[in-house]
Each structure stands twice: as C-alpha cells, then as structure tokens.
C-alpha cells in the first residue's frame, strides 16, 4: 500500500499538504513568533515586517501566529468530530444492515427523518437552543451528519453480508460478533478510510462556516473561520485579511480531498 501511495503523484502532493498543515499544528508554540492572543491596539494594520510576518490585523494581533495556531484550532476540533462520528456510524450501520428486521427500518425512518432537513438548519437549530461553545457545536455537528455517515456504511455491509466468505463463516459457526469484528468490518476498513478521509475537508469547511456565522467559536479565538468572520468588514481595506484565512481552509481542503481521491483509486482502481 505505502509503495502504491508514493507512485501515485496525486497521493503525494495530498499528503505532503497534510502534513504541512499537521506540523503546524502540532509545532504551532514553535513556529509561531508571537502570542496569537495578544492585543496591541497601537499597532494594528502593521505591514509585514521580522516581528509581524503577515503583519497585524484590527487589534495589534500576528497574523501570522493567529494562521498558524488556528490549523490546531480547526483539526482539533473537526479530528474529534469525525472520529465521533466514524464510531457511531460504523456500530449503527452495521448492525443495522447486518441485523435487519424491524431494527433495521427503525434506523432507515430515523435516517430519513434527520436526513430531511439540511445539517445547517439542524445546527443552527441545536446552538440556538443549547447555547453557544465549541462542545455544543461539535454535538451539534455530529448529530447533523452521523446518518449521511451511517448510510454508507449501511450500503457496504449490505454487499459484504451476501458475499460466499460471509455464508461460509456462518456455515462453520461462526457468530455473529465474530463475523461482523473479524470478516465483515475488516473487508470494508479500506474503503471506509477513503471514506472519512475526503469527509475531513468537508468538515473543514462546515466547521469554518459556522464560524464564520459566530457559532460556536468565541470571538477572538485564532481559528481560521472565526478570522474570516472578524475579517469581512475589512475586505475592501484589508483584502489580506480575508485572503490569508481563506488560504488556508482552501490549503488544508484540498489537500485530504486530493489524498483521499487518490487513496480511492488506489484502493478500488
């Protein structure tokens, strides 16, 4: 598989552009050369310079440590959410599908139901009743998406339980636990990481809208849709500001989705 990745050119420039973005991430104390939270109203709108290398934005903050920190900011928030996700719609799909029966209607109404409004409507709704924070936001998100997820899922096992490997475990004995943990979930893990892994732009770019709309994220904090929401009354003034954010999301999107299309072919050429 490692060798099949390094081949394909596509799969290299997606995960180089991961990793660029993770190392930010992770080594955003050390990269970035000021305290993203600081204010210094004297110096706002500051051009580029040794101390400011993206220069200031309203407040007298780095730009460029508030674009470094916010890449920990927008994957620590989106990873969790689709790891959570991920869990809930690999155990309720699948037994789901494998189960059937009335359980497995029940999931199809339940499916439907949530499915029938947008996930920004069923955000929007959630936040407004629970009230602003980013864990209120990240349950919001998981409950708007996890059934678009959980269908998915639902589809592959469906073609695997009817696969002659499957029959065969049954026929020697097998039970289900075990046909499920050991046959079932291993055959679709490949295509299920494809999967997730083009989810994460999309993710990216849920979580950077509703910043942008002031869900969830309070105000000031480095992360790169809430900078583009305190940016959008500089556009004309300071067109950077916007476009420095926005970089970034775009940066960060494409690169998982070039991986994970990549990733897809390489799994199912």
Not at 195 to 208: D, E, K, P, Q, R
Not at 251 to 267: K, M, P, Y
């Amino acid at each position: 598989m490692l060798g099949k990745i390094i081949k394909n050119k596509q799969a290299v420039i997606g995960l180089i552009m991961i990793i660029i973005v993770l190392i930010a991430a992770v080594l955003a104390p050390v990269i970035a050369p000021n305290d993203p939270m600081k204010v210094n109203i004297t110096k706002k709108f500051q051009n580029n310079s040794s101390e400011y290398p993206l220069g200031t934005d309203q407040l007298g903050r780095c730009v460029f440590s508030r674009l470094v920190y916010g890449a920990r900011y927008s994957l620590g928030i989106v990873i969790p959410i689709l790891l959570v996700v991920a869990l809930l719609s690999i155990i309720l799909g699948t037994s789901a599908a494998y189960v059937g029966g009335k359980f497995d209607r029940i999931f199809i109404l339940i499916s439907d139901m949530v499915m029938a409004f947008p996930p920004l409507v069923i955000v929007l709704a959630l936040v407004g009743s629970l009230g602003q924070g980013i864990l209120n936001l990240a349950f919001a998100m998981i409950f708007s998406v996890w059934v678009w997820y959980a269908k998915v899922v639902r589809s592959y096992v469906l073609i695997e339980k009817n696969k002659d490997y499957v029959t065969a475990a049954i026929i020697a004995g097998s039970t289900d636990k075990d046909i499920i943990i050991k046959h079932i979930v291993p055959n679709i893990l490949p295509s299920l990481i494809v999967f997730f892994s083009t989810g994460v732009a999309g993710m990216i770019l849920m979580i950077s809208g509703f910043s942008f709309l002031g869900l969830g994220i309070e105000a000031g904090t480095p992360e790169w849709g809430a900078m583009l929401s305190g940016a959008k009354q500089y556009i004309y003034s300071r067109p950077y500001m916007i476009a420095y954010p926005g970089i970034c999301i775009l940066f960060t999107a494409a690169g998982f989705n070039l991986f994970g299309e990549a990733l897809r072919d390489i799994i199912s050429p």
